[in-house]
């Protein structure tokens, strides 16, 4: 049985994106808005030595009350439910934002393996704009660009190496 990753993150930080590099595949939407990934979105990928099954989700809202987004939060709940591992997106242009707080307390909680990643960190080599993530409580943060595949193979291999 191969191993499952989880992509999970809130709308717009390039899950999709890096759904597309891992399973080298365009299947997943890529939206130039937030949020339109709204199913979960199976994917098969093999990278080095690694042979995997990676799972795209909607954005990632846990105290959504009502609605699309509600619908979202309980897709993504079931991937990081079948997942062996979760990597954990966030932006690291933009930042930690509220929601980020949210999910990592979430995922810390679960307590599943989770992986934390900078996505959009192409020409950023200064480790210090990395540093505040580690507010999120979830160790190293792995910088990495989907859109221009780099950090890939590290990702791949910090996600499934210890597995
Ligand atoms: P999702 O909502 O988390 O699935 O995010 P998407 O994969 O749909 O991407 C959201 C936006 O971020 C799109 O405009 C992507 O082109 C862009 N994006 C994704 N990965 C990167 C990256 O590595 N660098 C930059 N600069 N933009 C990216
Ligand atoms: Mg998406």
Redesign the pocket.
């Known amino acids: 049985m191969k191993p499952v990753i989880a992509l999970v ?1 809130r ?7 890096l759904f597309n590099r891992l399973t080298k595949t365009r299947d997943a939407i ?3 808005f ?2 339109l ?1 709204r199913d979960r979105h199976y994917g098969n990928g093999k990278l080095g030595v690694h042979e995997y099954i990676v799972i795209d989700t909607g ?1 990632f809202e846990p105290d959504a009350a009502s609605g699309i987004y509600k619908e979202m939060a309980k897709q993504t709940r079931q991937a990081v439910a079948e997942a062996d591992v979760v990597i954990f ?1 966030v932006d690291a242009r933009a930042g930690i934002s509220a929601q980020d707080h949210d999910i990592a307390n979430y995922l810390r909680k679960l307590g599943k393996p989770t992986v934390l990643t900078a ?2 960190s ?1 020409g950023m080599t200064d480790g210090v704009q990395f540093s505040e993530f580690f507010e999120l409580g979830l160790g190293e943060v792995l910088p990495v ?4 595949g780099q950090g890939m193979r590290s990702l791949v291999d910090l996600a499934l190496a210890p597995l």
């Open positions: 993150g709308p717009n930080v390039g899950k999709s994106t890529v939206a130039d937030a949020g990934t954005g997106v996505n959009k192409e660009s989907a859109s221009h």
